[in-house]
């Protein structure tokens, strides 16, 4: 098996970048994923924004800072906190192909 950067099989993105404590907070709203390794990495739902276009769902979360490299598949829309990264993948890969990513991210920390 040989070894080859994320970014040949993703494209690397920064996410949204925003301030949970500056949003407000709505179960009803959009997920906000932050930099944690519970719960998906999604720390509370906010009312969506009208300046601000969510990352997009099916995309992989990646935390560089607070609990660095967790990896988690978002399935819906979300919008991300600072220091957090999202991989769009550039060939077509399944939930469960995904998720083995998440699974290689997390164990190269």
């Known amino acids: 098996m040989k070894l080859v950067p994320v970014s040949k099989i993703f494209d690397v993105k920064y996410g949204v970048n925003l301030e949970l404590n500056k949003l407000t907070q709505d179960p009803n709203g959009v ?22 276009t969510p990352n997009p769902a099916g995309t992989i979360s990646v935390a560089s800072g607070g609990s660095v490299m967790e990896s ?38």
Request: hydrophobic fraction near 30%; glycine fraction near 4%.
């Open 72 to 109: 988690f598949l978002q399935t819906e829309p979300y919008y991300s906190g600072r220091d957090l990264y999202y991989l769009v993948p550039k060939a077509e890969f399944n939930d469960g192909e995904k998720l083995f990513y998440c699974t290689c991210l997390r164990a190269n920390k």
């Open 31 to 52: 997920n906000f994923v932050s930099r944690t390794s519970k719960n998906n990495g999604v720390s509370a739902k906010v009312r969506s924004l009208k300046n601000k």
